[in-house]
């Protein structure tokens, strides 16, 4: 990429330049790539808001932009009026009086101009933000190292303020990509509290709905607090924002409702206060609804001690301020009944009572055994956007998360076992990778479910009745039972450095496992409707979680020369009464109507075909003289084998016909017994194969050639 020329970067520059140089007249793009940002073919130069000068021709950014056109086009015509009016005013006795007046009011008038006449300046937009916005309009492209999140924000608002719609689709595209590859939550967050610095977020706006689309799949809890905005929060959780509603949002409806909370309370003035006062009194989401009596009395306590400290009521107020524009994303209908009552309503006034009694009325009219038609985090992400990590609450106490929580080691000689933060349901096909970074005597890795159950993380999760593993030892365990289907092993064992595959098929409850790429059979079945990822370990073991990568298949076959024909309906191509020998059907290789048939293999290294039609299952025919290898097939004229039927040609395209041997193709008199191929008019356009582009230094929106070739017939 150009970069603003300065006293460090000025050898390298040229360097560049005249590298560029050698190709002078060769090729368009490196003659454009030589102009962009180089003084000696500029004529106008652009201050940024950072102090940084980029250079551009006055032509092209006109010819390029409507804007450009607008700002360098209308200081044109203003010059050229000034100077006539000076010239007129030269003529007459007050010349030097009328000439300072209009020079003055015009340069009044002008906001982004200097004095200078072939210099602008941009107070909304830094050096790097115009060197992309130029670079596209050089190139009609950029190159990839161009942006970076640090950038990507700016970018898009120059793209949007010059108007390049076709930049601004290779800005979302980097951005979807980064968002998707990221294994930070905080990312979006932070995008989009940076964008909404500048305009006011809006689903309409394909920025904003990318990051949009990122949020909502990404659990509330797992996002720190000052990474968000007001602004920026009310955005992730109006319904209205949403492509799909309430599909694809994986945070549950007390999940919002606690994040909401604790987020008012991390932006009060007296923050330490306010969040000590309200994190004990609401447990994690994963949790609220399995809370037992213990935990319930705790609770109650907890609230009667907070009613007697002074300031319990100076505290609800001051919360109460950011809470209020925030609850009514709330909806408290979906809720479960018990933590209505047992977490929210003894907050008191947070919640006002109207919500509270709509919500318990609405509980209270469902059917017996049904919930909710909608909740959020009820269906779970699909399997393309589903993140996999960690949870931050549901490991053993010894266990450590690393890497943005997709990372964990144990630093116990005791087993504990820990699951990720999303729940995985639907009707799909969900896959992720176990890497093992380290192992210990025996790793297991499978699924665990926690709907109503009360978990022990510091224990061999094999050994409940919420867990299905593999271990690295090859066995399947469940409910501290082995599965007989697999007494003897399951795949093989593995160890440090394997990647472990866990295929589950939530349409029918099954799972399996891959071990290097080399899946296995199912293992499990009649699972649960709802499942976690999770590992069971001990010191020195750690392993990694991530999205499963399949592998990219290319389809080579229309690449391939077409197959030929039957032998039954050889004879109906040709006018000859015999077909053509084995040992001369590898001479097709060196017919003349194939084009570049110099790249093709030699005969002797091609198979050989054997048509199995003709041969019988229990007895092969006698071979004969005409091939050692093969069976001899009787000599046809026009006739079909009872084994074969006739197989009609299509009435579509050409059809394949012979015909006489022109005297530029005949037969070479080194090979006298080489016969008329019935294919000889068959031909591989193999010129218009495009060659292979390599993806180093090639521009984002530049598209790979695709190889094609084309069969032609005479």
Not at 182 to 210: C, G, H, V
Not at 265 to 275: F, Q
Request: net charge neutral.
């Amino acid at each position: 990429m150009g970069a603003c020329l300065s006293r460090n970067n000025k050898s390298s520059t040229n360097n560049n330049m005249r590298e560029l140089l050698l190709y002078k007249g060769e090729f368009l793009g490196a003659d454009l790539r030589a102009m962009f940002n180089n003084p000696v073919y500029s004529d106008i130069i652009i201050t940024c808001k950072d102090g940084g000068v980029v250079y551009g021709s006055k032509l092209l950014l006109a010819a390029r932009s409507d804007v450009f056109a607008r700002l360098i086009l209308s200081n044109e015509d203003n010059n050229n009026r000034n100077n006539n009016n000076n010239n007129s005013n030269n003529n007459s006795n007050n010349s030097n009086s009328n000439s300072n007046s209009n020079s003055n009011s015009n340069r009044e008038s002008r906001t982004t101009f200097s004095s200078n006449d072939n210099h602008i300046t941009f107070t909304e937009f830094s050096s790097s933000t115009l060197l992309i916005i130029l670079e596209y309009l050089y190139m009609g492209d950029i190159m990839i190292e161009s942006l970076t999140l640090n950038n990507v924000v700016e970018a898009y608002l120059g793209a949007e303020y010059f108007l390049l719609s076709g930049l601004e689709e290779i800005i979302i595209t980097f951005l979807d990509n980064a968002l998707k590859c990221s294994a930070d939550n905080n990312l979006a967050a932070k995008l989009l509290t940076q964008a909404s610095e500048y305009m006011l977020p809006s689903s309409d706006d394909i920025f904003f709905r990318t990051l949009h689309n990122s949020l909502v799949v990404t659990p509330l809890e797992t996002i720190e607090y000052h990474n968000l905005t007001a602004e920026g929060l009310s955005f992730i959780l109006s319904p209205t924002n949403m492509d799909t509603t309430y599909e694809e949002f994986v945070t549950p409806e007390y999940g919002v409702f606690r994040y909401i909370v604790l987020w008012a309370a991390h932006h009060c003035n007296n923050s330490n206060l306010v969040v000590s006062y309200f994190e004990p009194l609401l447990p994690p989401s994963d949790h609220a609804e399995h809370l037992d009596a213990n935990e319930i009395e705790q609770l109650r306590k907890s609230h009667e001690k907070n009613r007697k400290k002074s300031k319990s009521k100076e505290i609800k107020d001051t919360i109460m301020v950011l809470l209020n524009p925030l609850l009514p994303f709330v909806d408290f209908k979906l809720i479960h009944p018990s933590v209505l009552a047992n977490i929210i309503e003894p907050l008191d006034i947070i919640v006002p009572n109207d919500m509270l009694n709509e919500a318990f009325k609405y509980q209270a009219q469902l059917p017996a055994g049904s919930g909710p038609g909608r909740n959020r985090g009820t269906i779970a992400a699909k399997p393309e956007n589903l993140r996999f990590q960690w949870s931050q609450q549901a490991h053993g106490k010894q266990c450590v998360l690393l890497e943005n929580d997709v990372a964990i080691k144990s630093n116990t000689r005791k087993y504990e076992w820990a699951r990720a933060s999303l729940p995985i349901r639907g009707h799909e096909i969900y896959e992720w990778d176990i890497y093992i970074e380290e192992t210990c005597k025996h790793l297991w890795i499978g699924v665990c479910t926690e709907r109503r159950d009360k978990v022990n993380y510091s224990s061999y999760l094999g050994g409940s009745n919420y867990g299905w593993v593999l271990g690295s030892n090859g066995l399947l365990y469940h409910n501290n039972q082995l599965n007989q289907t697999y007494s003897k092993g399951y795949g093989v064992k593995f160890g440090k450095g394997d990647r472990v595959t866990v295929h589950l098929n939530m349409g029918s409850r099954s799972l399996a496992y891959s071990i290097n790429g080399i899946r296995h059979g199912e293992a499990w079945n009649a699972l649960p409707a709802e499942l976690y990822p999770a590992v069971s370990l001990k010191k020195p073991a750690k392993v990694r979680i991530e999205m499963h990568k399949k592998p990219i298949i290319i389809d080579n076959s229309r690449y391939m020369m077409p197959q030929l024909p039957h032998t039954s309906n050889l004879s109906d191509m040709s006018h000859s009464s015999h077909l053509p020998h084995k040992s001369n059907l590898s001479d097709l290789s060196h017919s003349s109507n194939l084009s570049h048939s110099s790249n093709l293999p030699h005969s002797s290294n091609l198979p050989h075909p054997i048509h199995t039609s003709h041969i019988s299952h229990k007895s092969h025919t006698p071979h004969t003289s005409h091939s050692p290898h093969i069976p001899h097939i009787p000599h046809t004229s026009h006739s079909h084998t009872p084994h074969t039927p006739h197989r009609p040609q299509s009435p579509q395209g050409p059809q394949l016909q012979h015909r006489p041997q022109s005297p530029h193709r005949s037969q070479s008199p080194n090979s006298p017994h080489r016969p008329k191929s019935p294919h000889s008019n068959i031909r591989i356009n193999t010129s218009i194969i495009s060659p292979v582009v390599s993806p180093i230094n090639t521009p984002i929106n530049t598209p790979r050639p695709r190889p094609t070739s084309q069969v032609t017939t005479e």
